[in-house]
């Protein structure tokens, strides 16, 4: 898969008159909120990609999504495994396979979801952005 690198102009300009207006604060509290609503996209199609290959649904389960943090300078939140069923412990040989079985079931199926929800989860976190802001 190749990269495909944009540069955007006049967004550090965007970012500091939102700040100016609404302050850092609030700003990362509205940021907070989108990125919130734009995982539960990502998490909703990891959800339908996991239901074709459901066996006791604990995996599909226990997708969780952590509270938006301060990741390397970029707020960020974490859709992860967590659970009873520790399928956290799985979900990466499930994803791309092992060499006793390199194509189980639901090979791919995070990926997937990721490719299949992205535009919607764009679409979302505008959307709410823009909400807050108005």
Do not use: C
């Amino acid at each position: 898969m190749s990269k495909l690198n944009v540069k955007v102009n006049g967004v550090e300009e965007v970012n500091r008159e939102l700040e100016r207006r609404f302050g850092g604060k609030s700003m990362e509290r509205i940021l907070d909120k989108a990125l919130t609503a734009g995982a539960a996209v990502i998490k909703k199609e990891l959800e339908r990609n996991f239901e074709s290959f459901k066996d006791t649904g604990a995996s599909k389960d226990e997708i969780t999504i952590s509270k938006p943090m301060t990741l390397n300078g970029t707020r960020t939140v974490v859709i992860h495994w967590s659970g009873p069923k520790k399928r956290y412990t799985i979900i990466h040989l499930n994803e791309f396979g092992t060499i006793k079985n390199p194509s189980p079931r639901g090979k791919g199926a995070i990926e997937r979801a990721l490719r299949a929800g992205q535009a919607e989860y764009l679409r979302v976190v505008k959307q709410e952005i823009a909400r807050m802001i108005s």
